[in-house]
């Protein structure tokens, strides 16, 4: 394919190699298998002397055409698209970790990652430490003789916190560790990790890659030697896309520049409008200038985010008051989607967390996440001041 010089034109003109047909936009391949031309060549692809499709749970050309354009957007060698973002975290950690282990992460985690470090990976013998991402001394003292690999997410899940990719990247290096970050919340087009350092790239595209809330997919991306690795897991533990799904995926990468200028755009109005606001006791964007890292945040990001939290006064009864007070906001566990979304991260996406681990991560009883979607800026700003009104 040809090297294109702009984010757009990446993710719109890289496509899989036209058919006789001649088509102009790319096929969908479902099936479950691709014939061989011969014994030879069967025998050849199985011993990986060429390349080319067997099985769609190895590769698909839909699953392969959504992973080039995201290696483009991302800067990176090579890539897997998965069944969903878990599958993505899951296994871009346990194809490269073994018994005797240790990951070093952020403290600030998606409820679902932080269950794989407490509850899954213990029976394999894989440890883990959490991190301050705001004190880089902490990170320093927590590396030990076995500590294998580095995983953070920036911004972080729910409570925005940013960590400085260039440092953590230089980390990495100095201690010889694989450093997997996980750019879900910022996307390709505002942020490329391994630009900084970073050897794993991992999403759950089902956010705003998707962008409609439509499908669960994930990918990993990162060095051929690494994802060669992972390559080999995934293909013998089959957490493979769908064709279909790949094929959506794809398309929605042609609109993902558009999509996240409306969604910063309207969520950094959001979050101005509601800063001082009398009803909140805190609201957080890393654009803000109110955000501790907000420098850090405009240095590595090109903007900030589709996301704006906030801290409700009253706790978490007032939280839950004020979700049901809104009219237009969806109330479901995801975000990315064109429709905005609030959430309650305390007694949903991190309500398996303690007290104490949710109050060392910010989440505290009254914040709620907001997911700003396409909807026309005022309508959502009147939907959730009408809510704080109600649930006072």
């Given at each position: 394919?040809?090297?294109?010089?702009?984010?757009?034109?990446?993710?719109?003109?890289?496509?899989?190699?036209?058919?006789?047909?001649?088509?102009?936009?790319?096929?969908?391949?479902?099936?479950?298998?691709?014939?061989?031309?011969?014994?030879?060549?069967?025998?050849?692809?199985?011993?990986?002397?060429?390349?080319?499709?067997?099985?769609?749970?190895?590769?698909?050309?839909?699953?392969?055409?959504?992973?080039?354009?995201?290696?483009?957007?991302?800067?990176?060698?090579?890539?897997?698209?998965?069944?969903?973002?878990?599958?993505?975290?899951?296994?871009?950690?346990?194809?490269?970790?073994?018994?005797?282990?240790?990951?070093?992460?952020?403290?600030?985690?998606?409820?679902?990652?932080?269950?794989?470090?407490?509850?899954?990976?213990?029976?394999?013998?894989?440890?883990?430490?959490?991190?301050?991402?705001?004190?880089?001394?902490?990170?320093?003292?927590?590396?030990?003789?076995?500590?294998?690999?580095?995983?953070?997410?920036?911004?972080?899940?729910?409570?925005?916190?940013?960590?400085?990719?260039?440092?953590?990247?230089?980390?990495?290096?100095?201690?010889?560790?694989?450093?997997?970050?996980?750019?879900?919340?910022?996307?390709?087009?505002?942020?490329?990790?391994?630009?900084?350092?970073?050897?794993?790239?991992?999403?759950?595209?089902?956010?705003?890659?998707?962008?409609?809330?439509?499908?669960?997919?994930?990918?990993?991306?990162?060095?051929?030697?690494?994802?060669?690795?992972?390559?080999?897991?995934?293909?013998?533990?089959?957490?493979?896309?769908?064709?279909?799904?790949?094929?959506?995926?794809?398309?929605?990468?042609?609109?993902?520049?558009?999509?996240?200028?409306?969604?910063?755009?309207?969520?950094?109005?959001?979050?101005?409008?509601?800063?001082?606001?009398?009803?909140?006791?805190?609201?957080k964007y890393p654009f803000l200038g109110s955000h501790p890292q907000s420098q850090?945040?405009?240095?590595?990001?090109?903007?900030?985010?589709?996301?704006?939290?906030?801290?409700?006064?009253?706790?978490?009864?007032?939280?839950?008051?004020?979700?049901?007070?809104?009219?237009?906001?969806?109330?479901?566990?995801?975000?990315?989607?064109?429709?905005?979304?609030?959430?309650?991260?305390?007694?949903?996406?991190?309500?398996?967390?303690?007290?104490?681990?949710?109050?060392?991560?910010?989440?505290?009883?009254?914040?709620?996440?907001?997911?700003?979607?396409?909807?026309?800026?005022?309508?959502?700003?009147?939907?959730?001041?009408?809510?704080?009104?109600?649930?006072?």
């Amino acid at each position: 394919m040809p090297e294109y010089k702009h984010f757009e034109t990446k993710a719109i003109r890289n496509q899989s190699e036209r058919s006789g047909f001649r088509e102009h936009s790319v096929p969908l391949y479902m099936t479950s298998s691709f014939t061989f031309e011969d014994a030879e060549q069967a025998r050849a692809l199985f011993a990986d002397e060429v390349d080319g499709n067997i099985y769609t749970r190895f590769s698909n050309p839909n699953n392969s055409e959504f992973i080039s354009k995201l290696c483009a957007m991302e800067g990176t060698e090579d890539g897997i698209a998965t069944a969903s973002g878990m599958a993505a975290m899951f296994s871009s950690m346990a194809a490269l970790l073994k018994n005797g282990d240790h990951i070093l992460a952020s403290r600030s985690v998606f409820g679902s990652t932080h269950q794989l470090f407490t509850q899954v990976f213990p029976k394999w013998g894989i440890e883990h430490s959490y991190a301050d991402i705001n004190n880089q001394d902490d990170w320093e003292k927590k590396i030990k003789p076995n500590t294998k690999m580095i995983f953070v997410e920036t911004p972080s899940n729910p409570a925005l916190d940013i960590i400085d990719l260039e440092w953590l990247g230089d980390l990495a290096k100095r201690h010889n560790l694989i450093l997997n970050v996980d750019n879900c919340f910022a996307t390709p087009y505002l942020q490329q990790p391994a630009k900084f350092g970073a050897h794993l790239v991992t999403h759950s595209a089902t956010k705003f890659i998707d962008g409609q809330g439509r499908t669960i997919a994930g990918a990993i991306l990162g060095t051929k030697e690494l994802i060669e690795q992972i390559r080999f897991f995934t293909r013998h533990t089959g957490p493979s896309l769908s064709p279909f799904n790949g094929w959506l995926l794809s398309k929605s990468l042609e609109t993902l520049a558009v999509r996240m200028d409306r969604h910063c755009d309207s969520a950094i109005r959001i979050a101005e409008y509601l800063e001082g606001h009398d009803e909140l006791e805190l609201v957080k964007y890393p654009f803000l200038g109110s955000h501790p890292q907000s420098q850090l945040a405009k240095k590595q990001m090109k903007l900030g985010g589709g996301l704006v939290t906030f801290v409700v006064k009253g706790g978490i009864d007032r939280g839950r008051k004020f979700l049901n007070s809104l009219k237009m906001l969806s109330l479901t566990a995801n975000l990315g989607d064109s429709r905005t979304i609030a959430t309650h991260p305390a007694s949903t996406t991190h309500s398996k967390l303690t007290d104490e681990e949710r109050a060392e991560v910010g989440i505290l009883p009254g914040l709620v996440r907001i997911s700003v979607g396409l909807e026309n800026v005022n309508d959502i700003l009147e939907d959730i001041e009408n809510a704080l009104r109600a649930s006072k």
